[in-house]
């Protein structure tokens, strides 16, 4: 008879907390129930895989800078325009990482773009996948420090490590030719490599303004649009709904 400590030994050493935590009850029940060894065994895999699917979506969710709040649970599906309702639970799958399309939502303030965005994205880490936050105008700051000091190739292979990005408010603030620049290497070098949710309220035809020529702001459109999934929020805003709604109510 191996003894319990013995077991403990080999699975802290090959590392299997998930086993080593269940594996005294499982065995107890296998007695019990006279369950067959390969059903045993599979069971004891099956518990180590989930807990190291939950760590990772926990370690996840902390790189992915995602706002906290704007999830799925949060969000009321309803003020959707039915198109989007209808592919939203499609989309929280996250087939569409696998063929590297793109989200692009668009709206007026308030719609909510952001909030959408990011409950897909916290959908997208339950089910393993990498997704990493941030705003256009933070993302543009981040890609030009990392050019000034000769790291912009370093930083877009680290962002190409999540298979999803989110570009949040992208033509929000006025930016500058050589900010609009580094913004523009990052989504020529995702093209048909990693995904892009990108956010914005200005339509496709004022990204003139926002990439200060026609011609960067052809090339932008033509790879974000190759391969993507277009979402229209064409709803009033929400803060001001609610707004007044209170006033309603008072
Ligand atoms: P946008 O990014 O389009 O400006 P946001 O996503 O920031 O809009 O939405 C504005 C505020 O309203 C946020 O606090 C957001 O959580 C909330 N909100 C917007 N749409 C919804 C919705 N359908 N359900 C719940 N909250 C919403
Ligand atoms: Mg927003």
Redesign the pocket.
């Known amino acids: 008879m191996v003894s319990r400590k013995e077991i403990d030994v080999k699975l802290k050493k090959l590392r299997l907390p998930g086993i080593r935590k269940h594996y005294r009850f499982l065995s107890e029940r296998a007695e019990k129930e006279s369950m067959p060894y390969q059903k045993y065994l599979y069971e004891l895999l099956a518990i180590e895989e989930d807990l190291r699917e939950q760590n990772k979506a926990v370690r996840n969710l902390k790189k992915s800078k995602l706002p906290a709040g704007?999830t799925l649970a949060?969000?009321?599906t309803k003020?959707?325009p039915a198109v989007i309702r209808r592919q939203l639970t499609t989309l929280c799958e996250g087939d569409f990482l696998t063929r590297t399309e793109n989200i692009l939502a668009f709206?007026r303030?308030?719609?909510?773009?952001?909030?959408?965005l990011c409950a897909i994205a916290h959908e997208l880490i339950k089910r393993g996948y990498a997704a990493y936050y941030s705003t256009a105008a933070i993302l543009v700051q981040i890609l030009l420090r990392a050019k000034q000091s000769f790291r912009l190739k370093q930083e877009i292979d680290k962002l190409n490590r999540f298979d999803a990005i989110i570009i949040d408010d992208i033509g929000y603030v006025e930016q500058t030719r050589e900010e609009m620049e580094v913004l523009f290497t990052l989504i020529a070098e995702r093209y048909e490599r990693k995904s892009i949710l990108l956010?914005s309220n200005l339509p496709f035809s004022k990204w003139d303004k926002i990439f200060k020529d026609s011609l960067t702001a052809t090339a932008v459109i033509d790879r974000l649009i190759h391969h993507s999934v277009i979402l229209e929020?064409n709803v009033p805003s929400?803060?001001t709904e609610m707004k007044k709604e209170k006033k309603g109510e008072a």
Do not use: A
């Open positions: 704007k949060t969000f009321d003020r959707m709206g303030p308030g719609s909510g773009k952001t909030h959408l956010s929020l929400y803060r």
